[in-house]
């Protein structure tokens, strides 16, 4: 089942890609100043690394071998299908975050506040795929390494991050956001 995880873990990569990529060509719009800092630039390295890095010298290379683990083909059904999901949720937080979304934390000068479509259920819906993919990662790719680290690196960044995120959208958006905050969850729709 080794082949069967890795290409499902690649092909969710290459949909988020093509996903990802007009949202990428529209970001030369003029911002205000950016409120990442280095901590968020290190984090989002790290999870490259969880998402990408690892994940390929386990597809491509035997050197992580020593951290193997094996589950039942049913497992990597299970993470297959989570994969789906993970994909769907990201291609409809993009479609109703549209051109205010960015990789790091900033403001652009004609930002709306979006709080329909999935924006409506969580504050951060691109983070709740995030999580889904980290709950497919280990079950289809099964490396403690390759697939269950993401998942401890992504939990240190949305912490991080979506704390900081809400500030400075709270500072932006004022009144609005805190009602926007005070109708929504952070990450699981209708539990938190
Ligand atoms: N945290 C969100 C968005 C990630 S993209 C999610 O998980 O879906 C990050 C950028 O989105 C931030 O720089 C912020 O400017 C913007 N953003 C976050 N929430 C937003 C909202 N409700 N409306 C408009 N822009 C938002």
């Known amino acids: 089942m080794k082949g069967f995880g890795i290409v499902v873990y690649w092909l969710g990569m290459v949909a988020e890609s093509v996903i990802r990529m007009p949202y990428n060509k ?6 205000l100043p950016a409120a990442s800092t280095t901590l968020e630039k290190l984090l989002l390295n790290l999870l490259l690394v969880g998402m990408g890095l690892l994940p390929l010298l386990y597809s491509v290379t ?17 993470g297959a299908g989570l994969m789906l999901l993970a994909v769907l949720i990201f291609w409809r937080s993009h479609t109703d975050l549209g051109t205010n979304w960015s990789p790091t934390l900033e403001i652009q000068t004609e930002h709306t506040l979006v709080s329909g479509g999935v924006y409506g259920l969580v504050r951060h819906p691109m983070y709740t ?11 289809l790719l099964q490396n403690w390494l390759a697939g269950g680290l993401d998942v401890v690196v992504f939990l240190v960044f949305f912490f991080y991050r979506a704390g900081a995120e809400e500030k400075m959208m709270e500072e932006h958006f004022g ?8 109708k929504t969850k952070r990450l699981i729709p209708w539990v938190w």
């Open 129 to 139: 795929s995030q999580l889904v993919w980290c709950l497919a990662q280990p079950l």
């Open 26 to 31: 529209a970001r030369s719009k003029a911002k």
């Open 62 to 78: 035997s050197w992580l071998s020593f951290a193997d683990y094996e589950l039942g083909t049913v497992w990597s059904g299970v």
């Open 175 to 182: 009144l609005r956001y805190r009602e926007y905050m005070g």
